[in-house]
T-cell receptor
């Protein structure tokens, strides 16, 4: 079975550019999570969806960040405009109700 | 708000020996889930073991077991017969329900000495 699929695996771009990270959850899973991992702050939740509806976006840093889940099999995390401090590894995870989360391989984002 | 604390930034153990990683947490919830995730250099996040707070029996998965002390809010991971492939960052995590958001500790980097 395919796991959580994230793309791209690496992204390098200049500050000010728009960045879009993509995630395909495991088929049938009804919850999707976006996490960010940095040396300074560790792993922190940005936003999570249940049945495609955003439930908690309190971790989204600021208006430059937005996330969508147009259907059960796809989600995007967008940063516009990007800044060097956004450099991090971004993980997507999915789960069934009351089941552990399964993580994708992450996207390493570098903003120059 | 929940907090998870891992007080050991780094640990090392001889191959084939046993090591215990510590984790404490704080919550006002009575029912919740605790997890240990492993992150090897490949950066994948791999679920190692989970514990439901309402279960008194400690969870076990092959060489991995936990010591869950609910009153003390402690959740340690014991790795028996350590193998080179166990070298990784280990994160302790909390969620109010298994399918809800995770709150992570800062991690413990485990080195296996051949």
């Amino acid at each position: 079975d395919a796991g959580v699929i994230q793309s791209p695996r690496h992204e390098v771009t200049e500050m000010g550019q728009e960045v879009t990270l993509r995630c395909k959850p495991i088929s049938g899973h009804n919850s999707l999570f976006w996490y960010r991992q940095t040396m300074m702050r560790g792993l922190e939740l940005l936003i999570y969806f249940n049945n495609n509806v955003p439930i908690d976006d309190s971790g989204m840093p600021e208006d430059r960040f937005s996330a969508k889940m147009p259907n059960a099999s796809f989600s995007t995390l967008k940063i516009q405009p990007s800044e060097p401090r956004d450099s991090a590894v971004y993980f997507c995870a999915s789960s069934l109700t009351n089941q552990p989360q399964h993580f994708g391989d992450g996207t390493r984002l570098s903003i120059l | 708000a929940q907090t998870v604390t891992q007080s050991q930034p780094e640990m090392s153990v001889q191959e084939a020996e046993t090591v215990t990683l510590s984790c404490t947490y704080d919550t006002s919830e009575s029912d919740y889930y605790l997890f240990w995730y492993k992150q090897p250099p490949s950066r994948q996040m791999i679920l190692v073991i989970r514990q439901e707070a309402y279960k008194q029996q400690n969870a076990t998965e092959n060489r991995f077991s936990v010591n869950f002390q609910k009153a003390a809010k402690s959740f340690s991971l014991k790795i028996s017969d350590s193998q080179l492939g166990d070298a990784a960052m280990y994160f302790c995590a909390f969620s109010p329900l298994a399918g809800e958001k995770l709150t992570f500790g800062t991690g413990t980097r485990l080195t296996i000495i051949p």
